[in-house]
């Protein structure tokens, strides 16, 4: 087995992969023609970026100055037309939107944010509590986890399953 | 080796094209091979070292050395790469394949991959993790940075970087074990 081959017993699986060749490579020039390639970048897109946003943004200002138009005009008519009951309607759900649009701003971060997650607090404090005073060097630390099976394996096998 | 302090000197001192060159032959390959560990191909990869470059030859005049310029570059190539991922999982929510299928077949599809089928099994559950623990993942285990500077490289504190890679060593560990 793989296993036995690998000689697990006494050294961590990640260990020994990490002492095979780096298995990707990467033409020899390519290090030596990047400099100038990062120059000609430098050089070229710079003064065309500028005109580009400027045009960009006379085109946005236009729109949003016709949005508002448009919307000032509807709301002047919603307001001339409607009654005291539409009219609390509308207040309400004014309200509404805006005591909800942090919810809305906080689930677009939350889907991004998942990407974002280091750790869980229960790891963190885990670590904090159990492991760091006694292994405060970072090779001492590494050796650590290689060496307790046990860390987190109720998390692991959670991942795992899923 | 040239020293940081004496490539700010040199940019500091008007010489700054010379500075630059110094900085891309320095620090170009463990840039390179971080945002490869963190993409997946090549291409990807070399557009945002690039970009990293850029950005750095755009900052270098307010660069405060409190923090190395080292871990500065870092800071910067590592958020290129979380930013071109976090648009890259958004452009494949409409996607049949999942986002890290797609990561996953950029490892080997640019023929420039010659690792075993272990080394391969590895790659591939890193490139499962959440993008910020691949980040700090490839810092520790390929490139060996101590936990503090992938601290300030991240913005966090180095128990909470030691908890995530921890997590990650035993998750990418555990999966190695029950496949092999």
Do not use: C
């Amino acid at each position: 087995m793989l296993k036995d081959r690998l000689d697990i017993e006494k050294d961590s699986f990640l260990e020994k992969i990490k002492e095979k060749n780096f298995p990707f490579h990467v033409g020899e020039d390519y290090f030596l023609s990047l400099e100038d390639r990062i120059r000609e970048r430098l050089e070229v897109k710079e003064p065309e970026r500028k005109v580009i946003i400027f045009r960009s943004l006379k085109a946005y200002m236009g729109l949003a100055a016709s949005f508002l138009l448009i919307f000032g005009i509807g709301f002047g008519v919603l307001k001339l037309t409607t009654n005291i009951e539409g009219e609390k309607n509308l207040a309400d759900n004014i309200e509404l939107l805006e005591n909800h649009h942090d919810e809305y701003i906080d689930s677009i971060d939350n889907f991004f944010a998942v990407n974002d997650i280091m750790v869980s607090e229960e790891e963190l404090s885990f670590v904090e509590k159990e492991i760091v005073i006694e292994n405060e060097n970072d090779e001492d630390f590494d050796e650590y986890i290689r060496q307790v099976p046990t860390l987190f394996t109720h998390l692991i096998a959670e991942e795992l399953s899923n | 080796m040239i020293d940081d302090s004496q490539i700010l000197r040199l940019f500091k001192e008007g010489e700054q094209t010379q500075a630059f060159n110094l900085l891309v032959r320095q620090y170009s390959k463990r840039l390179y091979w971080h945002l490869r560990e963190m993409v997946g191909s090549h291409e990807d990869a070399d557009d945002l070292l690039q970009n990293t470059f850029i950005k750095t030859w755009k900052s270098l005049s307010n660069f405060r050395s409190e923090s190395g310029l080292y871990t500065w570059l870092y800071r910067i190539a590592t958020n290129e790469a979380l930013t071109f991922l976090k648009r890259e999982r958004i452009n494949n929510k409409f996607s049949f394949s999942s986002y890290e299928t797609k990561l996953v077949n950029k490892i080997t599809t640019g023929g420039d991959y010659s690792g075993d089928t272990i080394q391969l099994a590895l790659q591939k559950e890193i490139m499962k993790l959440p993008d910020k623990q691949r980040a700090i993942f490839s810092m520790r285990y390929f490139q060996e940075m101590e936990y503090k500077d992938i601290a300030e490289i991240t913005e966090s504190n180095p128990d909470a970087v030691k908890a995530s890679y921890s997590v990650a060593y035993k998750k990418i560990e555990a999966a190695l074990k029950k496949e092999f």
